[in-house]
């Protein structure tokens, strides 16, 4: 009986055929090859000096020869062929012709004829084993080596040695050392040490620690390599951005750069931002449910509010107070401060001028106990109908009109087909399921990946998403209005991730690095519109991938119901 062929099992090697293995057979020869080379030319040397004719070779010579030849024919068979097709086949950067941007064209095209979803975490089909690589780039190489490694002294040994004895906590090395790449080799080391667990392929070298210290991440052993890819040109109100993506997610970067093709083909996209404010909101207990009750009178009164936000907003120049709402349980008040914050996402701006107005309010109010300065009503990180309701952050509108050729040569399938995959899915399924701001085919996709390559807080991912996704059939029904709306993206470009050199880099891409010095918060506003406008790129793409495997399942069973499809399809 044969086994049955598996179907990802790697082609069969010539080298499977050794009865070692691979790195005993290769020190084997290596080791042979230069030990008759050294035999043989000791040997030469002796004959020269003897006067012996060379062509006289006694039996333990002509062994050496043979396993010599046999020696070298297996060295340059192992490594010449691979160095020489890498050499062949490695194209350069200039060599890129329009022959590949079209090649790369065909395979963008080729995402449109996937007969299923793709972008989608859940019901995207495994990526086939067998996928072609665009450009025959040889093996993928991963950074798993120091590329200078850290030589750790005598000194550091023993700083090794304390850390895992528990005698010098693994939190103090970069205040202890002053020297925070070496703090994170020794930490690393030590971990190791703990653990009995290598480390090997979480990269070391290639990353300013200084960077992140005492801002974004503490007890650092390495960083974590996520690939970024760039859909787009995304013509958004009449600009063109090319969108940073960080993700692992096949199909994901694809998808969203064919909904911008469809887009840019259409004639673009249009964004209005709706409101603009971060929320806080604390928890505050009273004696009872009508002091609660007064308190919640003062602070939405129109005439306080002046005075509050002289207040609050001495937190920063750029925090300014907008509106405080209030919810009581009970004699516990909740207090909904929301402010605009310029360029930055804007918590620790909103904290801060928070913590100013209840210090304020306990000398009116010296009742008032404050049980949290967070009371999950702001609501952050966390799914809550406050935050697509009244909005979180930057709230923006992002629609598109899709011509009709465009839906069906770019995205393959028809306007009808879009609009009642929209309603039944993105409408009346999410309806159905009880969702919170999830009318969206998977607006959290594009969210993640944006906010991972922007520097952005990835959990804040949780509210950001929430998008409405709105499919209507236009101009007689011949084109596709198409929006998206989303009521909570919290985002800045300053403060926070935003300045490390990956993350500047990709917003410097969108062209809205750092704070806007001429206009306050239109970078941030900015960047809050390119986050939507990703997503109807998004939402545009795997709708119709959905829709157009819809049409053939239809196909299949209602034009075909005869046939036996179970046999039509092995
Ligand atoms: P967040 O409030 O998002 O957590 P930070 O607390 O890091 O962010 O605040 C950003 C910092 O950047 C503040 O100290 C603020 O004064 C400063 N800043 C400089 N220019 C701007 C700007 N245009 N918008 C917002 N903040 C700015």
Not at 156 to 166: H, L, M, T
Request: charged share 20%; aromatic share 6%.
């Amino acid at each position: 009986m044969t086994r049955p062929k598996q179907a990802d099992a790697p082609p069969p090697k010539a080298s499977d055929a050794f009865p070692l293995p691979l790195y005993i057979t290769n020190v084997v020869f290596f080791t042979l090859f230069f030990s008759v080379v050294y035999y043989l030319l000791a040997r030469w040397r002796e004959k020269i000096r003897t006067s012996t004719p060379l062509h006289l070779v006694s039996s333990a010579e002509m062994a050496a020869i043979i396993a010599f030849v046999a020696s070298f024919i297996y060295l340059v068979g192992f490594f010449g062929i691979d160095f020489v097709q890498s050499l062949i086949l490695r194209p350069t950067v200039d060599s890129w012709s329009d022959e590949e941007e079209e090649e790369v064209e065909s395979v963008i095209l080729k995402e449109d004829s996937r007969k299923l979803p793709c972008g989608q975490a859940v019901d995207c089909p495994p990526v086939p084993q067998q996928m072609t690589p665009v450009f025959p780039l040889g093996k993928p190489k991963l950074v798993e080596e120091p590329v200078e490694p850290i030589a750790l002294g005598e000194e550091d040994e023993q700083i090794i040695s304390s850390v895992v004895a528990g005698t010098i906590p693994s939190y103090s090395l970069e205040s202890k050392l002053g020297d925070c790449r070496r703090a994170a080799a020794i930490r690393r080391e030590a971990l190791q040490k703990i653990t009995g667990k290598s480390l090997k392929g979480l990269p070391l070298e290639g990353f300013d620690y200084d960077s992140i210290l005492g801002q974004c991440c503490e007890m650092p052993v390495g960083y974590v390599q996520i690939p970024v890819g760039i859909a787009g040109p995304l013509l958004l109100d009449g600009r063109e951005f090319s969108v940073p993506m960080a993700t692992t997610e096949g199909c994901l970067v694809a998808s969203t750069n064919r909904g911008c093709k469809a887009i840019l083909m259409s004639g673009g996209a249009n964004s209005v931002l709706l409101r603009d404010g971060m929320t806080r909101a604390p928890v505050v207990r009273l004696g009872s449910a009508k002091r609660a009750a007064e308190l919640k009178m003062f602070l939405e009164s129109p005439e306080n509010f002046e005075d509050l936000a002289a207040v609050f907003n001495r937190s920063s120049r750029f925090a300014r107070l907008q509106s405080i709402k209030c919810a009581i349980a009970g004699k516990n008040l909740y207090m909904r401060f929301s402010c605009s914050t310029g360029d930055a996402m804007g918590m620790n701006m909103v904290s801060k001028g928070v913590q100013n107005v209840l210090d304020f309010l306990q000398s009116d109010f010296p009742d008032m106990d404050i049980i949290g300065i967070s009371g999950n009503f702001c609501s952050d990180k966390k799914p809550a109908a406050v935050n697509w309701i009244e909005g979180r952050g930057k709230s923006v509108v992002c629609e598109a009109v899709i011509k009709g050729d465009v839906v069906r040569k770019v995205l393959k399938t028809s306007v009808d087909a879009l609009v009642e995959l929209n309603m039944l899915k993105n409408l009346t399924g999410s309806a159905i399921a009880g969702a919170l701001g999830g009318f969206n085919a998977h607006a959290s996709n594009i969210v993640s990946a944006v906010y991972i390559a922007t520097g952005q807080d990835p959990a804040q991912n949780v509210e950001s998403s929430h998008c409405i996704t709105m499919m209507e059939a236009v101009n007689e029904g011949q084109d596709l209005h198409v929006s998206v709306t989303m009521p909570s993206i919290e985002v800045g470009t300053i403060g926070g991730g935003t300045q490390l050199a990956s993350q500047s880099a990709c917003l410097n891409l969108l062209g809205v690095k750092g704070a806007n010095k001429d206009s306050p918060g239109s970078n941030a506003a900015l960047l809050a519109k390119v986050v939507a406008g990703s997503v109807l790129s998004g939402e545009l793409s795997l709708m119709s991938a959905l829709a157009a495997g819809q049409l053939v399942r239809s196909h299949m069973k209602y034009n075909r119901s005869s046939k036996d499809v179970s046999k039509a399809s092995s």
